[in-house]
């Protein structure tokens, strides 16, 4: 059998480290949380399994799943389509591709919190240039009052804010695909369809993995702007598990039930990213 | 530095144990008995050792949460740990 250097794993030891005590550690730490009650003052008492019973019998928590799993869905349908209709339409050559790409990846760079308070003020029915023109144009639009126009916020919002990222790496797919597939497809004659569903929608399949991965757990795990937007109202519309998380651990101080949804929460991300990942790779991995 | 923020119980703690002892078991059985190749099995992806581990691990997070929540008031959670055992048998024969 031939002889396997095994040194390069010494190389991956401070990543190791750095995951332990950015990850494992305060995983451990939620872990213990959630089988006991505090009333602070670093003191705990022991609860079993009661958070667990309570949160997974709680309308509440699976409502909020509910809510999670349909935005991270509905952003899904529209930025993956989308990014790729951007990157198949961008330059390639020329002056273009420089301005594009700047242009593109401008939202990328905006904080979350700005955005947030950008689109709360552009959504405004008395200031907001959103608001006051669709008021004006005679459309019932209040994202304040209403629960269907506070989620086509948010979602516009969220496919203005990433639908780039999917964009840049569809284009960064896509501009490694060798001119030989075009050259090839030409003396064929095959129609552009042709083209992109045999031969550069196989190429970026990597791409889009990493695509859907990172937009999934991303808007799985949204927080920020849906909190500066819409405070999770109205009522409990757009309160994601995230920011009902926040509620019970920061605002109620319920560090135990908070840490059992936490860990829920963290297993259900986990599973799906898992079957994404895996329905995706499925063809290259036999 | 102690650890009281980490809020240690002897249940986690023996937990966490037992999961480290497990990825080391993988590891001696590894070193011992090479041969982890990939296989495809009834998900029709192909797994190897440490994916199966992974299955199992996720799979049996997940049975005990459903204990919890659906198994009748009072029923002992170790229930849900011989349905785990069982379910690893399956994923690391099958999967």
Redesign the interface.
């Known amino acids: 059998m031939k002889p396997t250097n095994q040194k390069a794993w010494l190389l991956v030891l401070p990543v190791l480290g750095l995951v332990a005590l950015s990850a494992v550690i305060p995983l451990m730490t939620v872990v213990n949380y959630s089988v006991q009650d505090t009333f602070g003052n670093n003191q705990f008492f022991w609860a079993g399994t009661a958070w667990y019973e309570q949160v997974l019998h709680s309308e509440r928590f699976w409502s909020a799943l509910a809510r999670s799993l349909s935005f991270s869905a509905i952003i899904l349908a529209i930025e993956i389509p989308l990014g790729v209709f951007i990157a198949l339409n961008m330059p390639r050559k020329g002056v273009g591709v420089v301005v594009t790409l700047v242009l593109i990846a401008l939202p990328l760079l905006i904080p979350w919190n700005v955005v947030g308070t950008i689109w709360q003020v552009f959504g405004r029915v008395d200031i907001g240039l959103l608001g006051a023109t669709l008021n004006a144009a005679g459309v019932d639009y209040n994202y304040v009052q209403d629960p269907i126009d506070a989620w086509a916020t948010l979602i516009l919002m969220d496919v203005w804010h990433w639908t780039s990222l999917v964009a840049l790496l569809a284009y960064a797919g896509l501009v490694s695909i060798p001119d030989a597939y075009y050259q090839a497809a030409r003396i064929d004659g095959a129609s552009q369809w042709s083209v992109f569903r045999y031969i550069q929608l196989p190429r970026l399949g990597r791409v889009l993995t990493i695509a859907v991965l990172l937009r999934f757990m991303d808007s799985f795990m949204i927080y920020t702007e849906p909190f500066v937007v819409t405070g999770g109202g109205p009522g409990n519309s757009t309160t994601f598990l995230s920011i009902d998380l926040v509620q019970m651990a920061v605002g109620q101080f319920d560090l135990g039930p908070a840490a059992a949804w936490s860990i829920i929460y963290f297993l259900i991300i986990l599973t799906l990213s898992w079957i994404f990942y895996a329905v995706m790779t499925r063809d290259e991995s036999k | 530095m102690t650890l009281?923020?980490?809020?240690?119980?002897t249940?986690?703690a023996l937990?966490?144990i037992g999961v480290a002892c497990v990825l080391c078991g993988m590891g001696v059985w590894h070193w011992m008995r090479p041969g982890g190749e990939?296989r495809?099995g009834v998900?029709?992806?192909?797994t190897q050792r440490g994916d199966r581990l992974?299955l199992t691990l996720?799979g049996s997070?997940?049975i005990h949460?459903g204990w919890?929540?659906l198994a009748p008031e009072g029923a002992p959670?170790w229930g849900g740990s011989i349905l785990s055992i069982v379910y690893a048998a399956l994923v690391f024969r099958f999967v």
Do not use: D, K, Q, S
């Open positions: 009281a923020w980490m809020a240690w119980t249940p986690t937990f966490f990939p495809v998900l029709g992806i192909a992974f996720l997070a997940f949460l919890i929540g959670l």
